[in-house]
């Protein structure tokens, strides 16, 4: 709801690298092809960075706009362009697949680091952002601000150590829980909006107290046995169906 509300839309595509990271990193687990294994590789990191970068532009309007600088927004997606180069470009980031305790794991070079980096920047820098927010906000502001930072600081804290640490220790037998902790983050961040929304959340409540109205009116004239019943409860499905829209 709402697309053009940039809290939404950055929601979304926070969500949406989210799940392709998710998806991306099931099919690098199952995987044999060598090749295949290194494309998915690169999709997860490029998704993975993407949910920084998004994450970090969702602080800078959440619950509401503080800051507008083009430069340095400029800055901000010349760091993950950079990082796309990294992970596109052959041997960059990934120099070659290995199959290390049984799991399909990357091996990285020097640039690793980084991506490590990035990582971190963008979400410290998220977090400093919020903890700012925090400071000067008050009532339901404040709220939702909390529920955002505690979501997204437990979730990155522990996919940061399986997704960003041990893989590049070598060791990517975890990796799996990332999405898992993700989760938390996704959930927190929907139910902040969803308190910054109140009013529409009940619209939305009001339509599906409709829609079901209407609904139970179309069973029950269904279910109709005589032509008195198929007039009268025919009458109020019409009826109802009118008053619910």
Do not use: C
């Amino acid at each position: 709801r709402g697309p053009k509300d940039k809290i939404n839309l950055f929601y979304g595509l926070i969500t949406f690298s989210v799940s392709i990271w998710s998806v991306a990193l099931y099919f690098f687990r199952i995987l044999q092809d060598p090749k295949l294994i290194i494309l998915t590789g690169k999709i997860i990191y490029i998704f993975a960075a993407a949910i920084a970068l998004f994450f970090l532009y969702f602080t800078l309007i959440f619950p509401k706009k503080i800051f507008s600088k083009i430069f340095f927004n400029i800055i901000i997606a010349g760091g993950f362009i950079f990082i796309l180069f990294l992970i596109i470009w052959p041997d960059a980031l990934i120099k070659d697949y290995a199959l290390q305790k049984g799991v399909n794991s990357l091996i990285w070079s020097w640039a690793y680091i980084l991506y490590a980096l990035y990582i971190m920047a963008y979400f410290g820098l998220g977090f400093l952002i919020l903890i700012f927010n925090y400071k000067k906000s008050s009532g339901i502001e404040k709220l939702q601000i909390r529920y955002v930072f505690w979501g997204t600081f437990i979730s990155s804290f522990l996919a940061i150590i399986t997704n960003l640490f041990l893989v590049w220790l070598g060791d990517f037998r975890f990796n799996w829980l990332g999405p898992l902790f993700t989760m938390v983050m996704v959930i927190l961040i929907a139910y902040a909006i969803v308190k910054h929304h109140l009013m529409n959340i009940k619209v939305i409540a009001t339509e599906i107290f409709a829609g079901s109205i209407a609904l139970i009116l179309l069973i029950n004239f269904l279910t109709s046995t005589t032509a008195t019943e198929w007039l009268i409860r025919g009458f109020l499905l019409i009826v109802g169906t009118i008053f619910s829209y």
